[in-house]
């Protein structure tokens, strides 16, 4: 389709997007009266409309019944993550047994570690990006540091090439045959979070376990984001934080995923706790640890409700939706945004930046990311101040997520108007 540069257009657009109505399912922070041009849905996803009242029926039941919740309540608190398996397993490609909503992410990679990285005197290097973010970097390298190893022994970095900004995967599969017998465990941010780059999850998975190695995934970036299918992938873990693109609230619950074959295998290594414990005999109150022969047996506490009656409201939407239809408009919304940009560029013979996520639709998801060359401070605080908000990285990224839940075609036209003038005014 031939975009024009436009705000008819772009009204015209939106006129004949079916996902359109979900905006008004979301609440959007104001600016000058009018709702803000929203991109930042990759760092925190707006808030559901439905939030609030989910949220006051558990706080009504907790009032109501008292620990009785557990049992009585409407959604009753003792099986209440279970109501994410079946939406979870839809949103990640994997079968509901596989997955839990459960913790934050960062403690969710350390638990999964706790199981899949298991270094002995042969096998104990870890590759993993050379700038993940920063959690994912402090939880390998004190992963590392407690099996009592030097991080830079183990930990074997992915960079870009000279000149290049995103990681080629012939050169993290070359990586990976280079380390080959000592591989064991590949870790890397599946959705990259600074250039939005999207990694061939499946062919990079089979040639770290053809060496004999696991492979998790980081999906901070990839849940709700970009399709998914971990089962059919064979991969062996992966976790998700759930506030980004599932819309789930500030520091809300995350999710992992485990492979059946590791649900199945009460062997496995892993720090336990009673909720991770069979469900028949959990309240016996017994020495020694049955895990349940699912994901939630990496469960350690019992479900926070709170934030999880949030996250319920919020995946509740993505499923009525479903994953196919918001990455077909996802990939033509980032396409337009990419069009509005690139004609800013093109009406300025300065060229004051340039876009840094791949130009393949295949290898991004819902994320462009601005390389800017000189003040890229200045013109990020010319957009905030006229009602942009976006996210700035040090040292010289903007990036920005039109996100398909809630963007309209007009946001992102809005967005070029705003960029536009903010280059016109330097
Ligand atoms: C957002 C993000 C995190 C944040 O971790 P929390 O434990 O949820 O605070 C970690 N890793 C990546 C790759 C992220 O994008």
Redesign the pocket.
């Known amino acids: 389709m031939d975009f024009r540069w436009d705000k008819n257009f772009a009204k015209e657009l939106d006129k004949s997007d079916e996902l359109s109505v979900y905006r008004n399912e979301f609440i959007f922070p104001q600016h000058d009266g009018e709702n803000c041009i929203y991109l930042t849905g990759n760092s925190l996803g707006l808030q559901p409309k439905g939030a609030k009242a989910a949220l006051q029926q558990e706080l009504d039941d907790w009032g109501k019944y008292g620990v009785e919740g557990h049992f009585e309540a409407k959604n009753p608190w003792f099986a209440y993550h279970e109501m994410f398996a079946d939406p979870l397993s839809e949103i990640v490609g994997a079968k509901p047994m596989e997955v839990v909503a459960m913790n ?4 969710n990679l350390h638990l999964m570690m706790v199981s899949f990285y298991r270094p002995t005197k042969e096998r104990f290097k870890i590759i993993c990006e050379g700038k ?2 920063p ?2 970097q402090y939880a390998l390298e004190t992963q590392v540091k407690h099996h009592g190893l030097k991080p830079d022994d183990v930990l074997v970095e992915l960079e870009p090439r000279e000149g290049e900004h995103t990681i080629r995967t012939e050169d993290v599969l070359k990586a990976i045959e280079e380390v080959g017998s000592e591989l064991a465990l590949v870790m890397i ?1 599946g959705v990259n ?1 600074y250039t939005g780059q999207v990694f061939d999850m499946k062919t990079i998975t089979e040639a770290g376990q053809r060496q004999g190695a696991y492979v998790g995934w ?1 999906l ?2 990839g849940a709700g984001n970009v399709p998914l299918e971990l089962h059919d992938w064979n991969v062996d873990f992966a976790c998700w ?1 759930s ?2 693109y599932l819309n789930s609230g500030p ?1 809300s619950i ?1 999710g992992v995923f485990v492979h059946e074959r590791h649900c199945n295998n009460p062997e496995l290594p892993r720090f336990a706790g009673w909720w991770g414990h069979d469900k028949e005999t959990r309240f016996l109150m017994e020495k020694g640890f049955n895990p349940i022969r699912s994901a939630e047996s990496w469960q350690l506490s019992n479900a926070p409700v709170l934030a999880m009656a949030v996250h319920k409201v919020a995946i509740d939407l993505h499923s009525k939706i479903g994953m196919k239809a918001l990455r077909e408009k996802s990939q033509k919304l980032t396409r337009f945004l990419e069009f509005c940009i690139e004609q800013v560029s093109e009406n300025h013979s300065n060229a004051i930046f340039e876009i840094i996520t791949p130009s393949n639709p295949e290898e991004r998801g819902a994320q462009l990311s601005i390389l800017v060359h000189g003040k890229g401070k200045q013109l990020f605080d010319y957009l905030t101040k006229n009602g942009v908000i976006a996210d700035w990285r040090e040292p010289n990224v903007i990036r920005i997520a039109p996100v398909p839940i809630y963007n309209s075609f007009e946001d992102c036209y809005r967005f070029s108007e705003v960029l536009n003038s903010a280059v016109e005014s330097e």
Not at 104 to 107: A, C, F, P, R
């Open positions: 934050g992410l960062t403690t993940a973010f959690s994912d941010g979070y980081d901070a970036h934080c506030y980004k520091g995350a």
